[in-house]
């Protein structure tokens, strides 16, 4: 299966930005569809972002217009560009491979939208 490894997270004041990376190794990476996910303390891990292997995507009502998901299969990133961040992002961040019904997911990275 593929391994992720996040990237990017930080201290961000609100209004701020930051952009997150998702390095991928050890499988085919232009098959999978890709995502972002984040956990904050006592909720449950939803979706933020994903995109396809054929480069649509999707996002969270809470985050359009705001972030932003691409990648890039010749260096085997993915990314998540965050503009205008509230208090309400801060979570651990999360990059997920999905085939089919395989899951993959990478160790989190830490986001903090604070002032």
């Known amino acids: 299966q593929v391994q992720l490894v996040e990237s990017g997270g930080g201290l961000v004041q609100p209004g701020g930005s930051l952009r997150l990376s998702c390095a991928a190794s050890g499988s085919i990476f232009t098959l999978y569809a890709m995502g972002w996910y984040r956990q904050a303390p006592g909720k449950q891990r939803e979706l933020v972002a994903e995109?396809?292997?054929?480069?649509?995507?999707d996002y969270a009502d809470s985050v359009k217009g705001r972030f932003t998901i691409s990648r890039d299969n010749v260096k085997k990133m993915v990314y998540l560009q965050m503009t205008s961040l509230k208090s309400e992002d801060t979570a651990v961040y999360f990059c997920?491979?999905?085939?089919?019904?395989?899951?993959?997911w990478g160790q989190g990275t830490q986001v903090t939208v604070s002032s």
């Open positions: 997920n491979a999905q085939w089919r019904t395989y899951n993959v």
């Open positions: 995109i396809s292997s054929g480069f649509s995507t």
